[in-house]
């Protein structure tokens, strides 16, 4: 018999622990199918995640029920080391339909309606328990969403009633300013440079819409506590030489400012600018912003040359690059190849913890999982840096 979800503030569970072997495909369907059945008896949802050979697991429902499947889960020879992480969260349940859905960046065809999670999230949720919270409310953020296409011609095309409708509903979830990034800004970004490219949005609509993205940006960081500022933490954003798209430098700025920074923005024409720019202060972070729409390839080679120019005229080394834009987004690592330090801000990385990102960026340079496509990456990046440029986006 399946249990009714009762209205009782729920008792929620989350934990993280590792598998005792690799999960494949199968171990995970056969784990969740079982899972599942006994969710719905004891009228229990949530969310498991696995990454890199560990799980995060997030159970919500009645207490007696919960404690149950706890214990059983505790005794299950699958996994090891587990250690449960405060609780509870959240009053009312995150995912109230889910008998448990899967997230995991490794096995995206493990099901059919796995939940889309970037897989620099997922590695900073493995590295960073403390993100947890921020995680979860993330997922339960984006299955409350329209699809990135619905939002993106709502923003480009909608009057204004349909827009401050969605506008509330994004309000209405809080997110933390890390899930508007990974499920609102990169997305809806892509949707829109998609639909430009097809001919489905014209010049204009583009620009309203990207311009009405970046309000939505700066009222929910409006919503949430500003952190104080940190030591030594002014931040220079800039978009890159020669990008005309301001929205990338825009949620740039957002996200450092929420994360405590202090941002000054400029607008160099060229890197002899840039320089003089940086030299005006003492700028702990310089962050170099390309558009979040399209990818601009074809810009990547001047990009690294900037870099290399910035990096060889000032002598201070505590000066970190970061890098965003669309490429950026999609190719985790490829910040490394232009020669900064690391990559996203406001483009699918927690904003909260830039320093944390910055030393895992430089310790780790790019993510295990993506070596395969990384390889790609790095030889197309490599002939870019050469200077064998691939066909250039229209319009640019
Ligand atoms: C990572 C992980 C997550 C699990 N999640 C659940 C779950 O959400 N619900 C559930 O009933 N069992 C879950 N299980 C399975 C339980 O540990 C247990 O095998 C199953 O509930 C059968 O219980 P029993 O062996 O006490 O009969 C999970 C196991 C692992 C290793």
Redo the contacts with the bound molecule.
Sequence with gaps: MQQSLSSEPPRQRVYR?RAARPMDHAALRH?LE??RT??AHEG?T?L?VYHDGC?L?W?EGPADGVER?WR??L??G??IEIEALPTPWSPVRLFPDWR?RLASGEHPAAEADAVPVDLLAMHRLSQHTDIAPDFMQGIAFWRSLPSPEEMALVLCRGEEPEVNRLRDRVLEQRPPLSALGWHVVGPVSRAMGEMWMDDRLQGAELVLGQGRLQLLVRRVAGQRPRRAPRPGGQALVVPAPGEQHLAGATFAAVALDAAGWEVSFAFPRDDAELVAALRSRDYGVLHLAQSAVFAREDRLADLAATIQRVRQSLTRPLLQILVSGRAFAENPGLSTVVGADGDGLGQGSDVGDLQAMLRWAGARGWLPEAAAAQAAVDKLARQLLRGQFPESHPGD
Excluded: A, E, T, Y
Aim: aromatic share 4%; glycine share 4%; net charge positive.
């Design positions: 622990s784990l079982q899972s006994r969710n229990l949530g498991l799980f697991q159970l499947v059983s889960i005794r299950d699958r996994h448990m």
